[in-house]
């Protein structure tokens, strides 16, 4: 199975502030990787996938970045609704894997 | 509008069998995978397998495999998971997800809201 490493598991930030998470894979997933942002008590919703293509209705402060194993999702200007677990998630084969979440809480 | 619409909420003893739905609308059932997606209690995300509606090819995680059954009825756009004996282990919040796949792009683009399964003696 592809394994995935997501750093850091938690963070705590301000609004207003940049944040990165970064993901990576035990091997090389090509463009293969979804980011997905899971508010509490809530689904989990697809922010960007395939390293960097930004979902339907996604504000534009979200961008991903990559490069086959080493994925970087970014918030440029945190805002008070982005409070929530994100996981990173590869589909260039099955099984598919989720990393293990990264907590964004604030500061 | 695309919408999964899932069963509600099961509280189940162990040993006893159980199966919960994930009705579809707004677009070709048939045509897309649908996945279903394992959330222990405060724990990640889990993939436990997909099914192709219009043929019933499924897919399983080796961590699932023989423990559930992904299956679907496209006359009525609705899949399913199936336990045949419950474990308290089995309580989590399970999704179902449409799979969105193409020439370089592979996702899961629409959620469902849920079940909750909760397994006590």
């Known amino acids: 199975d592809i394994q995935l490493t997501q750093s850091p598991s938690s963070l705590s930030a301000s609004v207003g502030d940049r944040v990165t998470i970064t993901c990576r894979a035990s091997q090389n997933i090509r463009t293969y990787l979804n980011w997905y942002q899971q508010i509490p008590g809530e689904a989990p919703k697809v922010l960007i996938h395939?390293?960097?293509h930004l979902q339907s209705g996604v504000p534009s402060r979200f961008s991903g970045t990559g490069s086959g194993t080493d994925f970087t999702l970014t918030i440029s200007g945190l805002q008070p609704e982005d409070f929530a677990t994100y996981y990173c998630q590869q589909s260039s084969a099955t099984p598919w894997t989720f990393g293990q979440g990264t907590r964004v809480e604030i500061k | 509008e695309v919408q999964l619409v899932q069963s509600g909420t099961e509280v189940k003893k162990p040993g006893e069998s159980q199966k919960i739905s994930c009705k579809a609308s707004?677009?070709?059932?048939?045509?897309?995978?649908i996945a279903w997606v394992r959330q222990m209690p405060g724990k990640g995300l889990e993939w436990m397998g997909f099914i192709y509606p219009g043929d019933s090819d499924t897919r399983y995680s080796p961590s699932f495999q023989g423990q559930v059954t992904i299956s679907a009825d496209k006359s009525i756009n609705t899949a399913y998971l199936q336990w045949n004996s419950l474990k308290a282990s089995d309580t989590a919040i399970y999704y179902c997800a449409r799979r969105h796949s193409g020439a370089y792009y592979d996702y899961m683009d629409v959620w469902g809201k849920g079940t909750t399964v909760i397994v006590s003696s």
């Open positions: 707004g677009y070709n059932f048939s045509r897309h995978w």
């Open positions: 395939s390293e960097f």
